[in-house]
Protein backbone atom coordinates (compact mmCIF):
# COMPACT_ATOMS: atom_id res chain seq x y z
CA UNK A 1 0.00 0.00 0.00
CA UNK A 2 2.98 2.25 0.96
CA UNK A 3 4.62 1.78 -2.64
CA UNK A 4 1.36 2.44 -4.36
CA UNK A 5 0.72 5.63 -2.16
CA UNK A 6 4.66 6.53 -2.92
CA UNK A 7 4.36 5.95 -6.67
CA UNK A 8 1.41 8.38 -6.91
CA UNK A 9 2.77 11.11 -5.22
CA UNK A 10 5.52 10.71 -7.33
CA UNK A 11 3.28 11.18 -10.24
CA UNK A 12 2.11 14.18 -9.30
CA UNK A 13 5.59 15.75 -8.30
CA UNK A 14 6.54 14.76 -11.53
CA UNK A 15 3.81 16.09 -13.18
CA UNK A 16 3.99 19.61 -11.58
CA UNK A 17 7.35 19.72 -12.41
CA UNK A 18 6.93 19.45 -15.72
CA UNK A 19 3.97 22.00 -15.55
CA UNK A 20 6.43 24.41 -14.26
CA UNK A 21 8.63 23.81 -16.81
CA UNK A 22 6.58 24.40 -19.74
CA UNK A 23 4.96 28.30 -17.81
CA UNK A 24 8.06 30.07 -18.67
CA UNK A 25 8.28 28.82 -22.22
CA UNK A 26 7.68 31.88 -25.31
CA UNK A 27 6.26 29.87 -27.87
CA UNK A 28 2.23 29.05 -28.25
CA UNK A 29 1.26 32.56 -27.48
CA UNK A 30 2.75 31.81 -23.63
CA UNK A 31 4.66 34.47 -21.23
CA UNK A 32 8.16 35.05 -20.96
CA UNK A 33 10.02 35.52 -17.76
CA UNK A 34 8.84 39.16 -17.47
CA UNK A 35 5.35 38.82 -17.99
CA UNK A 36 5.32 39.28 -21.46
CA UNK A 37 3.31 37.48 -23.94
CA UNK A 38 5.07 35.96 -26.42
CA UNK A 39 3.66 37.44 -30.33
CA UNK A 40 4.01 35.15 -33.13
CA UNK A 41 4.17 37.06 -36.61
CA UNK A 42 4.26 36.15 -40.53
CA UNK A 43 6.94 38.56 -42.70
CA UNK A 44 6.64 37.76 -46.45
CA UNK A 45 8.73 39.59 -49.05
CA UNK A 46 10.19 38.44 -52.49
CA UNK A 47 14.24 38.66 -52.44
CA UNK A 48 16.41 35.60 -51.58
CA UNK A 49 18.33 35.07 -48.48
CA UNK A 50 21.60 36.30 -50.10
CA UNK A 51 20.02 39.95 -51.64
CA UNK A 52 20.64 42.75 -49.82
CA UNK A 53 17.05 43.13 -48.87
CA UNK A 54 17.07 39.59 -47.75
CA UNK A 55 19.51 39.86 -45.12
CA UNK A 56 17.88 43.45 -43.99
CA UNK A 57 14.51 41.75 -43.25
CA UNK A 58 16.29 38.29 -41.62
CA UNK A 59 18.27 41.05 -39.36
CA UNK A 60 14.76 42.77 -38.45
CA UNK A 61 13.13 39.67 -37.81
CA UNK A 62 16.37 38.37 -35.39
CA UNK A 63 16.98 41.72 -34.05
CA UNK A 64 13.42 41.41 -32.32
CA UNK A 65 13.83 38.12 -31.09
CA UNK A 66 16.85 39.31 -29.51
CA UNK A 67 15.64 42.48 -28.07
CA UNK A 68 12.53 41.01 -27.00
CA UNK A 69 14.30 37.75 -25.54
CA UNK A 70 12.01 36.41 -27.59
CA UNK A 71 8.36 37.53 -27.04
CA UNK A 72 8.64 38.72 -30.86
CA UNK A 73 8.80 35.84 -32.90
CA UNK A 74 9.20 36.85 -36.57
CA UNK A 75 9.16 34.07 -39.30
CA UNK A 76 10.19 35.36 -42.37
CA UNK A 77 9.48 34.31 -46.24
CA UNK A 78 11.77 34.65 -48.78
CA UNK A 79 11.11 34.35 -52.41
CA UNK A 80 7.39 35.75 -52.29
CA UNK A 81 6.92 32.31 -50.07
CA UNK A 82 3.58 33.19 -48.51
CA UNK A 83 1.79 36.08 -51.11
CA UNK A 84 3.18 37.90 -54.62
CA UNK A 85 4.66 41.50 -54.32
CA UNK A 86 1.82 42.73 -56.07
CA UNK A 87 -0.56 41.43 -53.47
CA UNK A 88 1.90 42.42 -50.97
CA UNK A 89 -0.11 45.32 -49.65
CA UNK A 90 -3.59 44.07 -49.60
CA UNK A 91 -2.19 40.90 -48.02
CA UNK A 92 -1.16 42.90 -44.65
CA UNK A 93 -4.32 45.30 -45.17
CA UNK A 94 -6.57 41.65 -44.56
CA UNK A 95 -3.86 39.49 -42.13
CA UNK A 96 -3.25 36.99 -44.75
CA UNK A 97 0.38 38.56 -43.29
CA UNK A 98 1.44 40.39 -40.29
CA UNK A 99 3.65 42.07 -41.80
CA UNK A 100 5.36 42.27 -45.95
CA UNK A 101 8.07 44.44 -47.94
CA UNK A 102 6.06 46.17 -50.27
CA UNK A 103 6.97 47.87 -53.43
CA UNK A 104 4.88 51.21 -54.32
CA UNK A 105 5.08 50.46 -58.25
CA UNK A 106 2.99 47.32 -57.80
CA UNK A 107 0.64 48.52 -55.25
CA UNK A 108 -0.54 52.06 -56.46
CA UNK A 109 -2.94 50.72 -58.20
CA UNK A 110 -4.73 49.56 -55.02
CA UNK A 111 -3.63 52.84 -53.15
CA UNK A 112 -3.33 55.49 -55.40
CA UNK A 113 -1.99 58.09 -52.45
CA UNK A 114 1.49 55.60 -53.04
CA UNK A 115 1.94 56.73 -56.71
CA UNK A 116 4.22 59.50 -56.43
CA UNK A 117 6.92 57.32 -54.97
CA UNK A 118 6.94 56.13 -58.41
CA UNK A 119 7.55 59.13 -60.51
CA UNK A 120 11.42 59.50 -60.67
CA UNK A 121 13.50 62.70 -59.66
CA UNK A 122 11.44 63.22 -56.07
CA UNK A 123 14.17 62.75 -54.11
CA UNK A 124 18.04 61.93 -54.08
CA UNK A 125 18.49 58.26 -53.89
CA UNK A 126 21.33 58.14 -52.11
CA UNK A 127 19.87 60.17 -49.58
CA UNK A 128 17.13 57.56 -48.95
CA UNK A 129 17.18 57.87 -45.00
CA UNK A 130 16.45 61.46 -44.96
CA UNK A 131 13.37 60.79 -47.12
CA UNK A 132 12.48 58.12 -44.83
CA UNK A 133 12.32 60.27 -42.04
CA UNK A 134 10.36 62.94 -43.92
CA UNK A 135 7.89 60.69 -45.12
CA UNK A 136 6.75 58.31 -42.71
CA UNK A 137 4.23 60.96 -40.86
CA UNK A 138 2.46 60.40 -44.45
CA UNK A 139 2.89 56.88 -45.32
CA UNK A 140 1.55 56.31 -42.02
CA UNK A 141 -1.47 58.23 -42.93
CA UNK A 142 -2.05 56.99 -45.90
CA UNK A 143 -1.49 53.09 -44.23
CA UNK A 144 -3.73 53.85 -42.66
CA UNK A 145 -6.46 53.61 -44.78
CA UNK A 146 -5.56 50.19 -45.57
CA UNK A 147 -5.44 48.99 -42.30
CA UNK A 148 -1.24 48.62 -41.40
CA UNK A 149 1.01 50.56 -39.52
CA UNK A 150 4.80 51.92 -41.78
CA UNK A 151 7.70 50.47 -40.30
CA UNK A 152 10.95 51.30 -42.40
CA UNK A 153 12.57 51.62 -45.78
CA UNK A 154 15.81 49.67 -47.24
CA UNK A 155 17.65 51.07 -49.76
CA UNK A 156 16.93 50.39 -53.58
CA UNK A 157 19.76 51.73 -54.96
CA UNK A 158 20.09 53.94 -58.03
CA UNK A 159 17.68 53.18 -61.19
CA UNK A 160 19.56 51.45 -64.01
CA UNK A 161 18.47 50.88 -67.84
CA UNK A 162 19.68 47.91 -68.43
CA UNK A 163 19.27 46.24 -72.03
CA UNK A 164 20.26 42.57 -73.66
CA UNK A 165 23.31 41.57 -75.52
CA UNK A 166 21.37 42.56 -78.98
CA UNK A 167 21.83 45.85 -77.94
CA UNK A 168 25.20 46.97 -76.77
CA UNK A 169 25.12 50.60 -76.05
CA UNK A 170 24.69 53.44 -73.51
CA UNK A 171 21.76 55.53 -72.61
CA UNK A 172 22.74 58.98 -72.93
CA UNK A 173 19.84 60.54 -73.63
CA UNK A 174 15.81 59.46 -74.22
CA UNK A 175 17.01 59.59 -78.09
CA UNK A 176 18.32 56.44 -76.86
CA UNK A 177 15.80 54.43 -75.80
CA UNK A 178 13.45 55.35 -78.77
CA UNK A 179 11.52 52.32 -79.92
CA UNK A 180 13.46 50.35 -76.95
CA UNK A 181 10.77 47.69 -76.02
CA UNK A 182 11.78 47.67 -72.10
CA UNK A 183 10.40 46.20 -69.04
CA UNK A 184 8.46 48.01 -66.66
CA UNK A 185 6.96 47.13 -63.17
CA UNK A 186 3.92 49.11 -62.35
CA UNK A 187 1.27 51.70 -64.33
CA UNK A 188 3.34 54.84 -63.61
CA UNK A 189 7.35 52.85 -64.08
CA UNK A 190 5.66 52.29 -67.98
CA UNK A 191 4.45 55.84 -68.03
CA UNK A 192 7.77 56.99 -67.41
CA UNK A 193 8.92 54.79 -69.87
CA UNK A 194 6.81 55.97 -72.32
CA UNK A 195 7.72 60.00 -71.49
CA UNK A 196 11.47 58.72 -72.53
CA UNK A 197 9.88 57.09 -75.75
CA UNK A 198 10.60 53.91 -74.96
CA UNK A 199 7.59 51.02 -75.39
CA UNK A 200 6.90 49.73 -71.21
CA UNK A 201 6.45 45.79 -71.34
CA UNK A 202 4.69 44.34 -68.14
CA UNK A 203 7.06 41.17 -67.60
CA UNK A 204 6.95 39.29 -64.35
CA UNK A 205 10.60 38.68 -62.63
CA UNK A 206 10.36 34.93 -63.32
CA UNK A 207 9.77 35.45 -66.96
CA UNK A 208 12.37 37.89 -67.50
CA UNK A 209 15.23 36.39 -68.55
CA UNK A 210 13.34 33.97 -71.05
CA UNK A 211 12.04 37.66 -72.33
CA UNK A 212 15.44 38.92 -72.83
CA UNK A 213 16.71 35.28 -74.81
CA UNK A 214 13.31 35.12 -77.16
CA UNK A 215 13.87 38.84 -77.88
CA UNK A 216 10.32 39.78 -76.36
CA UNK A 217 11.93 42.97 -74.57
CA UNK A 218 15.22 44.96 -75.28
CA UNK A 219 15.75 45.70 -71.56
CA UNK A 220 14.57 47.41 -68.60
CA UNK A 221 14.53 50.22 -66.23
CA UNK A 222 14.59 48.90 -62.34
CA UNK A 223 17.17 49.63 -59.45
CA UNK A 224 20.42 47.75 -59.46
CA UNK A 225 19.94 45.89 -57.04
CA UNK A 226 16.66 44.54 -58.16
CA UNK A 227 19.25 43.30 -61.54
CA UNK A 228 21.57 41.98 -59.17
CA UNK A 229 18.90 40.16 -57.56
CA UNK A 230 17.36 37.80 -60.36
CA UNK A 231 21.06 37.79 -62.11
CA UNK A 232 18.94 40.01 -65.07
CA UNK A 233 22.64 41.19 -65.44
CA UNK A 234 23.66 37.74 -67.33
CA UNK A 235 21.17 38.24 -70.35
CA UNK A 236 21.02 41.94 -69.71
CA UNK A 237 24.54 43.11 -68.89
CA UNK A 238 24.88 46.54 -70.32
CA UNK A 239 24.41 49.12 -67.40
CA UNK A 240 23.50 52.61 -67.63
CA UNK A 241 23.14 54.36 -64.00
CA UNK A 242 20.52 57.20 -64.58
CA UNK A 243 20.96 57.52 -60.73
CA UNK A 244 17.23 59.46 -60.45
CA UNK A 245 15.14 58.68 -57.10
CA UNK A 246 14.17 54.83 -56.95
CA UNK A 247 11.97 53.78 -59.65
CA UNK A 248 9.70 52.28 -56.35
CA UNK A 249 9.72 52.88 -52.59
CA UNK A 250 10.06 49.70 -51.03
CA UNK A 251 8.49 49.85 -47.40
CA UNK A 252 8.07 47.13 -44.68
CA UNK A 253 4.25 47.32 -42.73
CA UNK A 254 2.19 45.44 -40.21
CA UNK A 255 -1.37 44.97 -40.04
CA UNK A 256 -2.79 46.92 -37.36
CA UNK A 257 -4.24 44.27 -35.43
CA UNK A 258 -0.69 42.71 -35.24
CA UNK A 259 0.48 45.83 -33.96
CA UNK A 260 -1.96 45.97 -31.67
CA UNK A 261 -1.20 42.65 -30.29
CA UNK A 262 1.89 43.78 -29.03
CA UNK A 263 2.67 45.82 -25.86
CA UNK A 264 3.85 48.80 -25.57
CA UNK A 265 7.21 48.04 -24.48
CA UNK A 266 7.73 45.73 -27.63
CA UNK A 267 6.31 48.25 -30.30
CA UNK A 268 9.18 50.02 -28.86
CA UNK A 269 11.36 47.47 -29.68
CA UNK A 270 9.96 46.81 -32.89
CA UNK A 271 10.58 50.43 -33.86
CA UNK A 272 14.31 50.35 -32.43
CA UNK A 273 14.84 47.27 -34.06
CA UNK A 274 13.53 49.00 -37.51
CA UNK A 275 16.17 51.68 -37.00
CA UNK A 276 18.89 48.94 -36.48
CA UNK A 277 17.77 47.39 -39.28
CA UNK A 278 18.10 50.18 -41.65
CA UNK A 279 21.85 51.16 -40.30
CA UNK A 280 22.44 47.55 -41.19
CA UNK A 281 20.92 47.87 -44.89
CA UNK A 282 23.16 50.77 -45.03
CA UNK A 283 26.12 49.30 -44.01
CA UNK A 284 26.07 46.21 -46.36
CA UNK A 285 25.25 47.87 -49.72
CA UNK A 286 28.49 48.93 -50.96
CA UNK A 287 29.98 45.59 -50.84
CA UNK A 288 25.96 44.56 -52.83
CA UNK A 289 27.09 47.26 -55.40
CA UNK A 290 30.88 45.61 -55.52
CA UNK A 291 29.60 42.24 -56.20
CA UNK A 292 27.36 43.85 -58.76
CA UNK A 293 30.42 45.02 -60.59
CA UNK A 294 31.90 42.00 -61.18
CA UNK A 295 28.79 39.93 -61.56
CA UNK A 296 28.33 42.58 -64.66
CA UNK A 297 32.08 42.09 -66.04
CA UNK A 298 31.69 38.61 -65.65
CA UNK A 299 28.94 38.60 -67.57
CA UNK A 300 30.63 40.88 -70.18
CA UNK A 301 28.94 43.83 -69.59
CA UNK A 302 29.48 47.49 -68.59
CA UNK A 303 28.47 50.18 -66.16
CA UNK A 304 27.99 53.94 -67.30
CA UNK A 305 27.24 56.55 -65.07
CA UNK A 306 25.44 59.11 -66.59
CA UNK A 307 26.61 62.69 -66.32
CA UNK A 308 24.58 65.29 -64.16
CA UNK A 309 23.53 67.02 -67.80
CA UNK A 310 22.14 63.27 -68.86
CA UNK A 311 20.33 62.83 -65.65
CA UNK A 312 18.45 66.92 -65.64
CA UNK A 313 17.64 65.60 -69.57
CA UNK A 314 15.92 62.94 -68.49
CA UNK A 315 14.03 64.53 -65.59
CA UNK A 316 12.68 67.60 -68.08
CA UNK A 317 11.51 64.80 -69.65
CA UNK A 318 9.12 63.36 -67.58
CA UNK A 319 8.01 66.79 -66.11
CA UNK A 320 4.59 66.88 -67.22
CA UNK A 321 4.27 63.17 -64.96
CA UNK A 322 4.61 65.11 -61.91
CA UNK A 323 1.33 66.98 -62.07
CA UNK A 324 -1.09 64.07 -63.79
CA UNK A 325 0.35 61.99 -60.68
CA UNK A 326 -0.41 64.85 -58.08
CA UNK A 327 -3.76 64.28 -59.64
CA UNK A 328 -4.18 60.81 -59.75
CA UNK A 329 -3.00 60.35 -55.98
CA UNK A 330 -5.33 63.05 -54.27
CA UNK A 331 -5.11 64.99 -51.15
CA UNK A 332 -2.53 62.96 -49.16
CA UNK A 333 -0.57 62.11 -52.30
CA UNK A 334 -0.26 65.61 -52.87
CA UNK A 335 1.09 65.57 -49.54
CA UNK A 336 3.78 63.59 -50.22
CA UNK A 337 4.74 65.37 -52.76
CA UNK A 338 5.36 68.33 -51.06
CA UNK A 339 6.86 66.53 -48.09
CA UNK A 340 9.48 65.29 -50.38
CA UNK A 341 9.26 68.66 -51.71
CA UNK A 342 10.28 70.09 -48.53
CA UNK A 343 13.65 68.19 -47.57
CA UNK A 344 16.98 69.41 -47.89
CA UNK A 345 19.83 67.33 -49.13
CA UNK A 346 23.04 67.84 -48.76
Known amino acids: MKKKTLSIALVFVLLALTLAGCGGGSSGGGESESGEKTVKLTFNHAFTEQDARGKTYQFFADKCRELSNGTIDITVYPSEGLVKNQEALKAVMTKTVDMASTPTSLNSNEAKELAPMDVPGQYEPRQWRKTNEAIKGVMD ?36 LKGMRLRDHGTWVG ?72 SDNQKKIMEEAADLAMDYNESIMDDYYKEFEAAVKKAGGTIYNCTEEEKDAFMKDTEGLLKEVREFSGELGAKLMDTMAEVEYE
Open 141 to 176: EILAKYNQKYLFATDEGDTVFYLNKKNKKDIHSTAD
Open 191 to 262: KTISAWGGSPMTVVPADVAVAFDRGTVDGGYTGWPFVMSFKLHESAPYISNVGLSNSTWLYVAINNESWNSL
